[in-house]
């Protein structure tokens, strides 16, 4: 057995400059994380009367709440973004230039708009309520972002698993859903769920239309106690909770790749051995 190396293969002296470099990073990193801690107790964000109040049950209820719009925000946005992501790559992807040029044209002017605007726009403009003019927001623009997603993927797949495909005789919808969307599916995963997690982040653009997600109940918590404003407490909260979900999610993905390496949708089947060769041609007996 061979390995082909694509790099030089660090030597001693490498090695220990590499762990010399390593030891230096994480000394900085954990000074860093220090002196950051340190400035909290220096500014008394640990202390007891900036975090009593999140024992109280009217303030859990208000966080459990804002929580709970953000994920319907991100489920409703996420669903229709997928939805709209697929319809504009078809039409990108279509034969016919009338569809081509109109679904190209939707996917950059969206792309390009910020999403801050369009959430305003919607709420403002239209007078639409604060969760629909949230979700058509982030399902414009992420589904622009997606379309372009889907078009690269299925482009990804070789031309002759296409031209294979037509050959047998396959309709250009039995060609997509059968031979191009699975095999593109391994390709898009990464950058769909990356979408996602964008789409999961940009929910706190609600709080600026009063719609009540995690982000609006935090600001409320900060703002509406009658003491020291506790906005350091209320970060520490709210973050750890959205990475957390954003790591969820991509643990997601992570998990639903690995599956589809381990479950190919063509498995390997056993292959009798030969039989006795015949005859190769009618009244020419086979040579010996």
């Known amino acids: 057995m061979t390995t082909t190396a694509l790099y030089d293969i660090p030597g001693p002296r ?28 220096d500014t008394e964000q640990f202390t007891y009367a900036k975090w009593n109040p999140f024992a109280y ?4 209820e208000l966080l459990l709440r804002g929580l709970g719009n953000t994920l319907k925000a991100f489920a409703l946005a996420a669903v229709l973004s997928l939805a709209l992501g697929a319809v504009l790559a078809l039409g990108r992807l279509s034969e016919r230039r009338v569809f081509r040029w109109a ?6 002017f969206f792309r390009a708009m910020p999403v801050l605007v369009m959430i305003f726009f919607i709420f403002v403009a ?22 372009e997603v889907f078009r690269t ?6 031309r002759g698993q296409r031209e294979a495909a037509y050959s047998l005789g396959m309709r250009k919808t039995q060609v997509m859903m059968y031979v191009l969307v699975p095999q593109g599916v391994r390709a898009m995963l ?13 929910t706190s653009l609600g709080f600026l239309i009063t719609y009540e997600e995690f982000l609006h109940a935090g600001k409320l918590i900060a ?13 520490m909260v709210i973050s750890p909770i959205y990475i957390g979900m954003c790591m969820l999610l991509s643990w997601f993905a992570t998990w639903v790749a690995r599956k589809e390496r381990r479950s190919p949708k063509t ?16 009244g020419r007996p086979a040579k010996p």
């Not at 679904?103 to 950059?108: D, K, N, P, S």
């Not at 239209?126 to 379309?147: D, E, I, M």
């Not at 769920?193 to 999961?200: G, P």
């Open 103 to 108: 679904a190209t044209l939707v996917v950059e």
């Open 153 to 158: 993927g299925v482009n990804s797949v070789e």
């Open 126 to 147: 239209l007078r639409v309520h604060p969760l629909p003019a949230l979700v058509a927001g982030l399902t414009l623009y992420n589904g622009s972002v997606l379309a």
């Open 223 to 235: 703002s509406n106690l009658d003491y020291d404003l506790p906005f350091i407490p209320v970060v």
């Open 267 to 282: 498995e390997g089947v056993e292959v009798a051995p030969p039989s006795e060769p015949g005859p190769l041609l009618p």
């Open 14 to 41: 490498a090695r220990r400059r590499h762990l010399t470099y390593g030891l230096v990073a994480t000394a900085a990193i954990l000074a860093l994380v220090g002196w950051v801690v340190h400035l909290l107790f």
């Open 190 to 202: 990464p950058a769909i769920i990356s979408q996602l997690v964008v789409a999961l982040k940009d």
């Open 57 to 60: 049950e009217g303030i859990q």
